[in-house]
């Protein structure tokens, strides 16, 4: 009798599409598996801003856990949202071909606003990377605390006052949420991993782990890699105002990353080229390049007000 695979997976709608995209990936290569629902701490307190929780891994170390504990074979989790340093006893199973790595705006009554460097609105996030970007671009701007899946945060703009909020493109598009009234952010630059999805398993379960493998797309393992050893490089935690993307053009990859501080007052930025043969190491070296160009400071002056955690929705 085959064995079944027990997926984890937050119970949020867009986890659960996540986690039933890996069990039809599974069932095409033969093998069986079953859905395991679970509240991880970010789902439980929605009301907290992330940089505030202080915890490594807020909306992956229940299932960590799990894993560890032998409730579970297998996890699944927005890439973006998952520690650099995997947690002793894990390792990453597959990455799924990448959707889109943009964050969108999902506005009110209209965006007419975003055309004017110089003016005033309120806007809302949860995350430090966006807040940061967006202070940086539109320094007239407030900025509201958003926390909840993205139902809850899309239902939330609708009731506010607020001129709008930003979403990651990928989260909304997958459940077929995303609102009309939205633009693409081209000019922010994403989190680390945006808009892929991460399969995890234990490092003795090699079972689960070669059942991952004809599924792992190569080319988005390797520049979510190169923008995560990026952030590992620098600071580590994924609630920073550190943001990377890694895109693979005609052999060669092409990196972009920034630094802002969290007031949005300075940025640091860093491009580079490499063939894809010679990328493995990009990520570290554009963190060394940032840090030698702007970074440093800015990154000193995180380190003091600890944003060094947690992840972003």
């Known amino acids: 009798m085959p064995k079944i695979l027990r997926i984890g997976t937050r119970d949020s709608q867009l986890a659960v599409w996540q986690a039933t995209l890996v069990q039809s990936l599974l069932k ?36 960590d856990a799990a894993l ?45 606003f975003l055309d004017d460097f110089n003016s005033h609105a309120t806007i809302a996030t949860g995350s430090v990377r966006r807040i940061a970007q967006w202070l940086n671009r539109f320094p007239n701007h407030k900025v509201e605390n958003l926390r909840g899946n993205v139902n809850t945060r899309l239902r939330k703009v609708e009731e506010s006052n607020w001129n709008g909020a930003i979403f990651a493109a990928a989260g909304l598009e997958r459940i077929h949420l995303r609102p009309q009234r939205s633009v693409d952010l081209d000019w922010m630059l994403p989190a680390p991993a945006q808009g892929a999805i991460m399969v995890v398993c234990r490092e003795d379960h090699e079972y689960a782990f070669q059942s991952c ?17 990026f952030l590992k490089a620098l600071l580590g935690g994924c609630s920073t105002p550190i943001s990377a993307l890694a895109q693979n053009n005609n052999g060669e990859v092409h990196f972009r990353g920034n630094i802002v501080s969290p007031d949005g007052t300075q940025k640091a930025t860093v491009e580079t080229r490499e063939p894809i043969a010679k990328a493995n190491d990009l990520g570290v070296q554009a963190a060394k390049d940032i840090l030698l ?8 002056g995180i380190r003091k007000i600890g944003l060094t955690s947690n992840g972003e929705v």
């Open 293 to 300: 160009h702007g970074g440093q400071p800015i990154i000193e």
């Open 68 to 112: 560890l504990n032998n409730r579970i074979d297998i996890a699944v989790h927005s890439m973006k949202d998952v520690p650099t340093q995997l947690a002793q006893g894990i390792q990453q199973a597959a990455v799924l071909k990448r959707a889109s790595y943009k964050d969108i705006f999902v506005y009110k009554h209209n965006s007419d």
């Open 28 to 63: 095409e290569a033969g093998v069986a598996s079953e859905l395991v629902y679970m509240k991880s701490e970010g789902d439980i307190d929605t009301v907290t801003p992330l940089y505030a929780l202080g915890v490594t891994g807020v909306f992956t170390k229940t299932l």
């Open 213 to 229: 493998r004809p599924f792992n797309d190569e080319a988005t393992s390797l520049c979510t890699k190169i923008e995560r050893d």
